[in-house]
């Protein structure tokens, strides 16, 4: 049994009500939830003996700009027992941009939602210390949504006197 | 022996005083090193053994703006870091010259984006302008063989309109 | 010296760095407990990090790093410029060990565009990118030895480093900024002085390696400071997300050279090596024998290495070379096309991972099929690696934070991006 089957066959099991989409591209398997069960899913990824996904390797979203669901957050959870690379996307809408945090599952999610809040505007809910990651605290805009211009907003950050 | 064969006469030579402080000054340009991202590593490069910034006079990196006559500003200035490199320039005691050091410093370089300082003589006044991304330590040493030679044109006259700040007397008792 | 004021520290960093029951301020210092501002500004930062920490007498009781300094816009600029244009801003992201950043985006981009380079273009990869690993190490010995007071190790590192950057300077002209790989294979075939260097430093290095050693493991000054200092156990490395030469410093064997292996490093006979302590001279430790390990690479690969072509024959994939483009039709056609809309890889999204000298540099590209990525994320090693800092000083001195930074081996350049 392949690591699709088996990961679809325990979440099945465990999760009867929830509705989970597997996909494979290039030898990637990706995972689609729902947002409201991310944390139960990814505890439950992380702790189960077979899976063992206890590395959080990065989080991250994507802007979809047109689209209905704005924003996707990305995880990508490796496992260390079976060497396997899991993507876990959940599709967030910008009227409620917000996603319960996973960072009581692995510390590391602290700063990578951290990051993804600064950039995206997006927000986890019930994270510990969510402030912004690169940019100055007064900066007002998210720099890697699509409407952001690279070269940014005049004005927007300010310099020091000659 | 050069200065040694000219004292043993008199123990005494006349020169201007400009010109003593000048060649003082010259030869012991003590750098503050304000290392940012990749031109720090260059600039390191520049002190180890096979280029050996030591050869000028210059080996003494000083961390502390207090004891520096030269800013070598190597790396991206971001508009975060801009107010960080501002305070430490004001920081260094006067006469004090600066290096923008690579590409970035100077224009931007290949970072035309949100957060980068398009060139920092925006908020520095700069000395020498240094091409290169990062630039070679040959070049760096290059610069400061420049910076040399305009610190050997200085003269006292240019320091007299520069305000010094107020020293305050501490009374005693 | 002058005090730290409000206007210096956001209170919401503040708030980050005290508890709620506690009534110390930035101004005033109360009796033994105060803040200090580390950074950004700083010899022992490596870059422009910068640290807020909260002292009782001399111990660390809590630590807030702030980031941003160096912040770039990287992944902003990667949605806006091709796939070919990238590979120099990738150079001055971990700009210690351009190379093996170089290899890293190439192969994540081949992997999205379903190409694959010749063997001889992928074991010249697997050589760049050890030898980068040699580079990267030596800094990190020679500096972190720096940080504990020892200079002498600096400027040999530094030494043996110059060697490689010898060879970098013949290979593709540039000695620290190199650009090396193209997208389905190398710039150009390894030259016959190139091979020849890259033979002398290997005969010569580990001697050289001995000499530096001799200086750091029986001094103990150096063994002292680093002992037991800034200690994580393996559950919690893995929990922070650690990888590289710190999550093998506390004993967890993964090495993505033979967990997901890329390359040819299926085929290379070398050691993941662990040290099962977690403390900062393991990490030290791990560091300095893997550069031994890379050397067997090296050796194994200039055995291994076939003839043939360095660059993919694909003219809609891979730039031709610019011999060609001055005199054939074709090539110039796409060279143009290439260079004016991009490669077009097919939509879909990939995340690609490669195990770099201070951990795992991952790219996750998202295409929508046009000559632009649509979203770049770097999944950078320091970044992670950093954010262990506060456990790792909490409970420490002040003067070992110096020493666990330089252990961890951050570079600010990829940690801010």
Redesign the interface.
Same mark, same amino acid.
């Given at each position: 049994m392949d690591l699709k089957e088996i990961i679809a066959h325990l979440l099945k099991e465990n999760f009867p009500g929830v509705n989970v989409e597997l996909i494979e591209y290039k030898n990637e398997l990706t995972l689609r939830v729902e947002k409201q069960h991310i944390v139960k899913v990814c505890k439950f990824l992380k702790e189960n003996a077979d899976l063992q996904f206890t590395l959080c390797e990065d989080i991250t979203a994507i802007d979809w700009a047109k689209r209905k669901n704005r924003f996707t957050v990305v995880y990508h959870i490796f496992s260390l027992k079976s060497k396997n690379r899991l993507a876990v996307k959940v599709d967030v809408d910008e009227s409620d941009c917000s996603i319960d945090s996973v960072a009581s599952v692995w510390k590391t999610a602290n700063w990578h939602e951290r990051e993804t809040y600064d950039m995206y505007g997006i927000k986890f809910s019930n994270h510990p210390d969510l402030r912004r990651m690169y940019m100055p605290e007064e900066f007002e805009y998210y720099p890697l949504r699509k409407d952001f211009p690279v070269m940014g907003i005049p004005g927007s950050l300010p310099l020091p006197k000659k | 022996m050069g200065l040694e064969a000219k004292l043993t006469d008199d123990g005494f030579f006349t020169t201007k005083l400009d010109a003593i402080i000048e060649w003082s000054r010259k030869y012991s340009v003590w750098p503050m090193p304000m290392g940012i991202s990749c031109c720090a590593i260059e600039m390191m490069a520049a002190g180890d053994p096979k280029y050996d910034i030591a050869r000028f006079g210059s080996e003494v990196m000083r961390f502390t703006p207090r004891q520096c006559d030269l800013m070598i500003v190597a790396g991206t200035v971001t508009y975060k870091m801009s107010h960080v490199v501002r305070k430490i320039y004001d920081q260094m005691p006067d006469p004090k010259w600066v290096i923008a050091m690579g590409a970035c410093t100077s224009s931007g370089g290949m970072y035309r984006s949100y957060n980068v300082v398009q060139g920092i003589d925006q908020f520095l006044p700069v000395d020498i302008y240094l091409a290169g991304c990062p630039p070679r330590p040959d070049n760096l040493l290059n610069a400061l063989i420049q910076i040399q030679d305009k610190i050997g044109k200085t003269r006292a006259k240019d320091f007299q309109d520069i305000k010094l700040p107020e020293l305050t007397v501490l009374q005693s008792n | 010296m002058e005090r730290l004021t409000k206007d210096d520290v956001?209170p *919401?960093?503040l708030e !980050?760095l005290l508890d709620a029951d506690t009534d110390i301020t930035v101004d005033d210092a109360l009796e033994n407990e105060m803040i200090l501002n580390m950074g950004?500004?700083?010899?022992a930062t490596h870059?422009?990090l910068r640290l807020l920490l909260r002292l009782d007498g001399e111990t660390v009781v809590a630590c807030v790093p702030e980031?941003? &300094? =160096?912040?770039?816009?990287y992944? /902003?600029?990667a949605?806006?410029m091709s796939y070919y244009e990238f590979i120099?801003?990738t150079?001055?992201l971990d700009? =210690?060990s351009p190379m093996a950043n170089n290899v890293a985006w190439v192969l994540a981009v081949e *992997?999205l565009a379903?190409i694959e380079a010749p063997p001889r273009a992928q074991y010249i990869r697997m050589m760049v990118s050890e030898l980068a690993r040699i580079a990267s190490h030596l %800094?990190a010995i020679g500096a972190l030895a720096m940080d504990v007071g020892a200079l002498t190790v600096f400027?040999w590192t530094?030494?043996e480093r110059?060697k490689i950057?010898d060879i970098w300077d013949i290979l593709c002209g540039a000695? +620290?900024?190199n650009s090396y790989t193209r997208i389905g294979g190398v710039a150009n075939d390894i030259q016959p002085e190139a091979l020849a260097k890259v033979k002398w430093f290997i005969n010569q290095y580990e001697e050289n390696l001995d000499e530096c050693e001799r200086l750091l493991n029986t001094n103990r000054i150096f063994v002292e400071r680093l002992d037991g200092v800034g200690v994580i156990s393996a559950k @919690?490395a893995? @929990? &922070?997300?650690l990888?590289g030469p710190s999550l093998r410093g506390s004993g %967890?064997e993964?090495d993505l050279r033979r !967990?997901?292996p890329y390359l040819f490093y299926n085929e290379m006979d070398f050691k993941v090596v662990t040290y099962p302590e977690g403390d900062s001279l393991s990490r030290y430790f791990v560091r300095a024998d893997e550069t031994r390990e890379s050397i067997k690479i090296i050796r194994q690969v200039l055995d291994k290495m076939p003839q043939g072509d360095t660059l993919l024959n694909q003219p809609k994939k891979v730039l031709p070379k610019k011999t060609e483009i001055y005199s054939r039709m074709e090539e110039l056609i796409h060279d143009f096309m290439i260079v004016n809309f991009g490669i077009n890889p097919p939509a879909? @999204?990939? &995340?690609s !991972?490669v195990e770099n000298p201070k951990g795992?540099l991952?790219f &996750?590209f %998202?295409s929508q099929g046009e000559g632009r990525p649509? /979203?770049c994320?770097i999944?950078s090693p320091s +970044? %992670?690696n950093l954010?262990a800092l506060p456990h790792l000083v909490k409970g420490q001195m002040v003067s070992d934070v110096v020493a666990i930074i330089g252990s961890i081996d951050p570079v600010?350049?990829e940690a801010?991006?």
């Open positions: - | - | 956001h *919401k960093i !980050a950004p500004q700083h010899p870059g422009v980031l941003g &300094y =160096l912040h770039r816009g992944e /902003k600029m949605e806006n120099p801003h150079d001055r700009y =210690l *992997k379903g %800094v400027l530094l030494r110059e950057l000695r +620290f900024t @919690d893995i @929990d &922070y997300g990888t %967890v993964l !967990a997901t879909g @999204d990939v &995340y !991972a795992e991952g &996750y %998202v649509w /979203k994320k999944r +970044f %992670v954010q600010m350049g801010d991006k």
